[in-house]
């Protein structure tokens, strides 16, 4: 009864705006949709459609989708790119500029064949311009400034007016100073769903994009000449421990997908599953040929998807698997001393530089586990703890948590993994034999002697050892 009732409001309004549209033949300012904000980093609920053909709405990590209204046959959406204050993980905001309070934008979703009619009103203190990428669509909704159309001036708002022509993985982002654009968090997941709402569908569906930033200790703003040397790499604006986890059911039909806005490549690596490469934003894979990885590495301004059955309960990590990219903020000059005794010089030091601290004897992995004061709005370099200490990562990670028993839809984190009796790795209890040693130091317990040459002592001529 109550939805129904909402219908013949939903179609009453509609019927409004369609007339409004044969009269004009184009959208009108006074026609705007609204434009929805949020000052929220959680993963919002996915958008089940309400009309059109049915779909299995996406879940933006940490982000939300759009919310559009139909008019007439054309679905109508408004994009406000403005600053916005992100928390990238809790303990560090940072100042950026996106679209509808966040960073990156809302998650535009549509259906294969829609007509979709994209406002964007720029409250930047410069111009902008949306590229729509991957997107078949005419020259002059392509969003080049300077190329297909003049730029945006701030304050002012632009139309684009596309169908959506194939369905797959597809991104938005600024093509206009894009350099300090997206280096500022100005970003967009654009999926389109298939028509034929049975065609490659999945039960559950991630999607994300990979970002970075470069903002010093202590700081808010991002530094926008930077092209190599990020100390922040993200998903959807956030570092680990901030990215929320993925809830998956235990035999659902789960998609991941990613795009790469950063500079440089990332590859993705998933534990506990093999999976299939299954889309990118150029289309789907077809099925006989998607191959199978743990892994996939995905390049600058690329897109990837891939599929797997969850059939292994568990807390799978999944994660960049260049090492720099799974840590916070960290100082590329601090040395290596692994294997160093640094007492003697470390109280040295500390007369010199108070409150000076030696990094790392025995590897960097104690940081994990240090409550080290920080400055204000700086987050550890490695940090998150799960139920068996800390985790020691940071940056691009996060966990697949795959639960027996969950309902549609539901996508509540389920706390840590309950291991099953006996199926956790375990301490060696009992005695280590002495370690055998090879050639003529086997007898010297333990002893082994390493020897060098010095080159330059040496007798001339000789390139090879003198024994
Ligand atoms: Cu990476």
Redesign the pocket.
């Known amino acids: 009864m109550d939805i129904s009732r909402r219908n013949v409001i939903r179609a009453g309004s509609g019927l409004v705006l369609t007339g409004a549209t044969m009269v004009s033949g184009r959208a009108q300012a006074a026609a705007i949709p609204e434009a929805p904000t949020t000052g929220d980093a959680t993963t919002q609920q996915p958008v089940a459609p309400t009309s059109g053909p049915d779909y299995q709405p996406v879940v933006t990590l940490n982000g939300w989708t759009l919310p559009w209204r139909m008019n007439g046959d054309w679905k109508e959406f408004h994009l406000v790119a403005e600053p916005v204050v992100r928390e990238l993980a809790p303990g560090m905001k940072a100042h950026l500029w996106g679209y509808n309070g966040q960073s990156p934008g809302p998650t535009i979703e549509a259906v294969e064949g829609d007509k979709v009619r994209i406002f964007v009103t720029n409250k930047l203190p410069e111009n902008t311009a949306v590229h729509w990428h991957g997107q078949r669509l005419p020259n002059g909704m392509d969003g080049v400034g300077g190329l297909t159309q003049p730029h945006i001036p701030p304050g002012r708002t632009f139309v684009y007016e596309f169908q959506l022509r194939r369905s797959g993985t597809f991104m938005y982002h600024p093509h206009s100073d894009e350099m300090v654009q997206m280096a500022m968090g100005m970003m967009g997941l654009f999926i389109v769903h298939p028509r034929d709402p049975a065609f490659r569908r999945v039960d559950r569906d991630f999607a994300f994009l ?1 970002n970075a930033f470069d903002i010093e200790a202590g700081s808010y703003v991002p530094k926008v000449n930077t092209m190599l040397e990020f100390n922040l ?1 993200c998903w959807n604006s956030r570092v680990f421990p901030g990215i929320d986890p993925l809830v998956v059911g235990k035999g659902d039909k789960v998609r991941i997908r990613f795009g790469n806005l ?1 500079m ?4 993705v690596h998933l534990h506990g599953y093999e999976f299939k490469v299954s889309g990118t934003d150029g289309g789907w894979v077809p099925e006989a040929a998607a191959w199978p990885e743990v892994s996939v590495d995905c390049a600058v301004g690329q897109m990837r998807s891939f599929d797997f059955v969850a059939d292994e309960p568990g807390d799978w990590a999944i994660h ?3 090492s720099h ?1 799974t840590m916070n903020a960290m100082g590329h000059a601090v040395k290596t001393y692994i294997g160093v005794d640094k007492k003697e010089i470390a109280q040295r030091l500390k007369k010199l530089v108070p409150g000076y601290m030696p990094m790392g004897s025995n590897g960097m992995g104690e940081m994990g586990a240090m409550e080290m004061p920080l400055p204000d709005n700086t987050l550890p370099m490695m940090t998150g703890f799960a139920q068996f200490g800390p985790v020691e990562m940071g940056g ?1 990670f996060s966990v697949v948590k795959v639960r027996e028993g969950l309902a549609k839809g539901d996508y509540k984190d389920p706390g840590w993994f309950k291991n099953p009796a006996g199926a956790v790795a375990y301490e060696f209890k009992g005695q280590l034999p002495e370690p055998v040693r090879s050639g003529k130091q086997a007898g010297a317990k333990g002893a082994v002697e390493f020897s060098a040459v010095d080159p330059r002592t040496r007798p001339a001529g000789g390139g090879h050892d003198q024994h």
């Open positions: 990979l790499w950063t440089t490549n990332h590859p960049c698997h260049k990219h691009m």
